[in-house]
Nanobody, 123 residues
Framework: VQLQASGGGLVQAGGSLRLSCAAS????????MNWFRQAPGKEREFVAG????????LYADSVKGRFTISRDNAKNTVYLQMNSLKPEDTAVYYC?????????????????WGKGTLVTVSS
């Protein structure tokens, strides 16, 4: 699966952004999809994941209640709706396809990574 993330940008604290990740390849609909992020000087961290049927989602505690992950298998696209953004959400956001159908949080469990899109939240 090849992935291309988009939708990042500069937003004020309290604002919203919607990230998209377009996938190519036959295995998208059979893979759990995830968003990770990496802030400057920090390790890449799991943000949100959704299983192959959109039955289950999982969120990092830091974004729970503010971010929503969704997918459209007909469009081979996964989304991350980010509301009530905070300066600490500033990071490069990456979409990633799991090797399996269920959500996993470990970066090592990912099969493919997109190039990332920068989200900057100003205070």
């Amino acid at each position: 699966v090849q992935l291309q993330a988009s939708g990042g940008g500069l937003v004020q604290a309290g604002g919203s952004l919607r990230l998209s990740c377009a996938a190519s390849g036959r295995t998208f609909s059979r893979s759990a999809m995830n968003w990770f992020r990496q802030a400057p000087g920090k390790e890449r961290e799991f943000v949100a994941g959704i299983d192959w049927l959109s039955t289950n989602t999982l969120y990092a505690d830091s974004v729970k209640g503010r971010f929503t992950i969704s997918r459209d298998n007909a469009k081979n696209t996964v989304y991350l709706q980010m509301n009530s953004l905070k300066p600490e959400d500033t990071a490069v956001y990456y979409c990633a396809a799991s090797r399996v159908k269920v959500v996993t949080t470990a970066p090592g469990g990912m099969d493919s990574w997109g190039k990332g899109t920068l989200v900057t939240v100003s205070s």
